[in-house]
């Protein structure tokens, strides 16, 4: 399922892609500013729960070094959520792997670390 933007929100580019979904740059014609979108690939129940659940707990967290959530919308064909958009952030797993705080016992490399989503430190 494609988005093009609606009236309100004009994409500008596609800033990653997942298993649950597309981010994309858009400018919010509401907020007179640019966002970052998520969008779902599906629209079934199980996955706009889903999507549901990563936005209200997400924006249950207020950070200085972390984005904030602004809206989750959807209509009858598509699910998303919008954030602040951060253009010169680090990849969370990237920021812990350089400190050097990090390394284990005698400067060994760190253990290995999942990945998951997007999230974004300053």
Known sequence: MTFAG???????????RGGMGIVYEAFDTERQQPVALKML?????????????EFRALSEI??????SMYELLGDERHWFFT????RNGTNF????????????????????LASHGQLRVL
């Not at 207020?62 to 984005?67: A, E, Q, S, Y």
């Open 62 to 67: 207020v950070h200085p070094n972390l984005i």
């Open 41 to 53: 690939h599906g629209s079934d129940p199980e996955t706009i729960l889903q999507l549901k659940h």
């Open 93 to 112: 797993m990237g920021h812990l792997k350089s400190r050097q705080w990090f390394l284990g016992p005698s400067g060994t490399s760190p253990p290995q």
């Open 83 to 86: 954030m602040e958009l951060i």
């Open 6 to 16: 609606n009236r309100r929100f004009e994409l500008r580019r596609e800033l990653g």
